[in-house]
């Protein structure tokens, strides 16, 4: 029996659906985001280097200027830092309280798109909660919603901003211009500019999804949308301002424009070609593309669609072509995009009834096979799949990776296709659950053992032990620092990196003190022997003592 949308009866069956749905999203992040903290060390070079300029922050007590290994660093506007800052100042300075963090914006996310699918489907009160499940199971949420990283604050502020536009394109009112201009502010000063590449679109393409001429006409609603992004704008310049002119003529030129135009034009790094994007889109929608629900529901909805589709369709869309054209390009830049793509997800399988799968379809070990089998193809490539992924120089065993990768779609299809005449609703929801427990597996498995070559803090904390016992500064030797030993060793002075052209040796003259780390092949690495040494990605990193130097 087929429960409907309609009738009283229908509701209390209804209620208790979206509930547990919505519970069912909240255990998924909670069980991820405690099991990234047990199993997973910060990852270096971005989780270390987050990590270190909010204790930067900390131990300085500068909220404005944001720095780095001694330089103020213009890569990334405050909010995360301030919101790690704002954690440790109620609970303490610990590695725990800053990781709970990114799970905390997580979960402010899951509200924000709870709300947005409430506006864009009132009639349908089920599409919301669905797509809670379904935006934490998706393939970058799952893997980057624990991470002391930028996107989930993004997505954030984007999805605030959607409600508000929303709102002023049916209602109109000035607390809806704000809504959206509060959205959009969040969104900048979470990650500066490109958190207009999702909202801009929108506001554009009004006329497009709204379904009716918003009150006051397309005049006004037109005007209120550049008040919101005046407010916005305002939002970011507030703290921009006021950080270019402490942070000096170097800094403001950074700041204010070589970080925004270096990354659309030529990246700094992360520079990927205009096909980047499409080459990755299977590994976006995972694990979704092995339900055979999904295809038959896309299929069935690829007519005319409505309003709140259409909107959920403008933002990644839009999101999706204007970022292919900007130079640096990761997977994880998309994840503000995610939520309105878990909403049309949602959208697509609410209220639908599956019909009975194929006789083709229910041979359940084929599709499990195949992926199998392809894993197996992968695991022999690993060079093309490094350089497909950009990432042919890092460190990483392909093989292994993509054969749990592969297997872990494996088990989802084995889970989707154990129980074939699943709606389609229970179907997604299922496989984001099983997505979500091979990921916790994979998370563990790498806990005791493979992440302990990402494992910086052994190295940090005998840093800070010499430090404490000699008393001389710190320098880093064989590349770039990246704050990798400050915050896990709670260092309280910057450690600088050794120039290319620097001699260890003279430094360790003039710094009788001083400590050295860095990889111990690396080129200008001393040339005595390390009192510490463990292994870090491929390599090993060391440390030294200056006074260990011979004489």
């Known amino acids: 029996m087929t429960t409907t949308t309609t009738g009283h009866a229908a509701r209390p069956g209804l209620a208790r659906t979206a509930a547990a749905d919505l519970v069912l999203a909240?255990?998924?992040?909670?069980?991820?985001?405690?099991?990234?903290?047990?199993?997973?060390?910060?990852?270096?070079?971005?989780?270390?280097?987050?990590?270190?300029?909010?204790?930067?922050?900390?131990?300085?007590?500068?909220?404005?200027?944001?720095?780095?290994?001694?330089?103020?660093?213009?890569?990334?506007?405050?909010?995360?830092?301030?919101?790690?800052?704002?954690?440790?100042?109620?609970?303490?300075?610990?590695?725990?309280?800053?990781?709970?963090?990114?799970?905390?914006?997580?979960?402010?996310l899951l509200w924000a798109t709870h709300a947005l699918g409430r506006r864009l489907w009132p009639e349908r009160p089920g599409v919301a909660p669905l797509a809670l499940p379904l935006l934490v199971g998706m393939g970058p949420v799952t893997l980057f919603a624990t991470m002391v990283m930028f996107d989930v604050p993004v997505a954030l502020g984007v999805t605030i901003a959607l409600i508000g536009l929303h709102d002023l394109a049916h209602r109109g009112?000035?607390?809806?211009?704000?809504m959206t201009g509060l959205g959009l502010g969040i969104g900048l000063l979470a990650k500066?500019?490109?958190?207009?590449?999702?909202?801009?679109?929108?506001?554009?393409?009004?006329?497009?999804?709204?379904?009716?001429?918003?009150?006051?006409?397309?005049?006004?609603?037109?005007?209120?949308?550049?008040?919101?992004?005046?407010?916005?704008?305002?939002?970011?310049?507030?703290?921009?301002?006021?950080?270019?002119?402490?942070?000096?003529?170097?800094?403001?030129?950074?700041?204010?424009?070589?970080?925004?135009?270096?990354?659309?034009?030529?990246?700094?790094?992360?520079?990927?070609?205009?096909?980047?994007?499409?080459?990755?889109l299977p590994a976006m929608l995972l694990p979704f593309l092995v339900v055979p629900a999904f295809w038959r529901r896309l299929r069935a909805s690829l007519g005319r669609p409505d309003a709140g589709s259409r909107l959920c369709l403008v933002v990644a869309a839009g999101a999706f072509l204007v970022m292919s054209f900007v130079s640096a390009k990761q997977i994880?830049?998309?994840?503000?995009?995610?939520?309105?793509?878990?909403?049309?997800?949602?959208?697509?399988?609410?209220?639908?009834?599956?019909?009975?799968l194929n006789r083709w379809l229910r041979r359940t070990w084929l599709l499990p096979a195949a992926l199998v089998a392809v894993a197996g193809i992968i695991a022999a490539l690993p060079p093309v799949v490094g350089r497909l992924a950009g990432m042919s120089g890092t460190v990483i065993a392909w093989g292994p990776l993509a054969v749990a990768?592969?297997?872990?779609?494996?088990?989802?299809?084995?889970?989707?296709?154990?129980?074939?005449?699943?709606?389609?609703?229970?179907?997604?929801?299922?496989?984001?659950?099983?997505?979500?427990?091979?990921?916790?597996?994979?998370?563990?498995?790498?806990?005791?053992?493979?992440?302990?070559?990402?494992?910086?803090?052994?190295?940090?904390?005998?840093?800070?032990?010499?430090?404490?016992?000699?008393g001389g500064p710190v320098v880093f030797v064989g590349g770039s620092h990246d704050g990798m030993l400050d915050f896990q060793g709670r260092l309280t002075a910057p450690v600088t990196e050794l120039p290319a052209d620097g001699d260890i040796t003279r430094w360790a003259s003039d710094n009788p003190g001083g400590i050295i780390a860095g990889r111990i092949d690396a080129r200008g690495a001393p040339g005595w022997a390390p009192v510490y040494v463990q292994p870090f990605r491929s390599r090993r990193m060391a440390v030294w003592r200056a006074a260990d130097r011979p004489q």
């Open 26 to 108: 909240a255990a998924m992040l909670l069980v991820l985001g405690v099991t990234a903290i047990l199993f997973r060390p910060p990852l270096p070079v971005d989780e270390t280097r987050y990590l270190t300029v909010a204790w930067d922050m900390t131990r300085a007590g500068n909220l404005l200027v944001p720095h780095l290994d001694g330089q103020g660093y213009t890569h990334k506007p405050p909010l995360l830092f301030w919101a790690i800052r704002l954690v440790w100042a109620v609970a303490g300075v610990s590695e725990t309280a800053a990781r709970l963090v990114p799970v905390g914006f997580a979960a402010g």
């Open 173 to 178: 009112r000035p607390r809806d211009m704000v």
């Open 192 to 280: 500066g500019p490109v958190a207009a590449v999702f909202v801009l679109p929108a506001l554009i393409a009004a006329p497009l999804w709204a379904g009716r001429v918003p009150p006051g006409g397309w005049t006004r609603f037109a005007l209120k949308g550049l008040g919101a992004v005046a407010i916005g704008i305002a939002m970011i310049l507030g703290w921009a301002l006021p950080a270019a002119l402490a942070g000096g003529p170097d800094f403001a030129r950074m700041l204010l424009w070589g970080q925004t135009a270096g990354r659309v034009v030529q990246a700094f790094d992360h520079a990927r070609p205009w096909w980047f994007y499409p080459a990755i």
């Open 332 to 356: 994880h830049y998309l994840l503000p995009a995610l939520g309105p793509v878990a909403l049309l997800l949602a959208r697509m399988a609410d209220g639908v009834p599956m019909r009975p």
């Open 405 to 470: 990768l592969v297997a872990g779609l494996a088990v989802v299809a084995a889970a989707i296709h154990a129980s074939p005449d699943l709606a389609p609703a229970a179907a997604l929801k299922r496989a984001a659950l099983a997505w979500v427990g091979v990921l916790v597996m994979l998370t563990v498995y790498g806990g005791l053992g493979p992440f302990r070559a990402f494992d910086i803090r052994p190295a940090a904390q005998e840093v800070a032990r010499l430090v404490a016992a000699d």
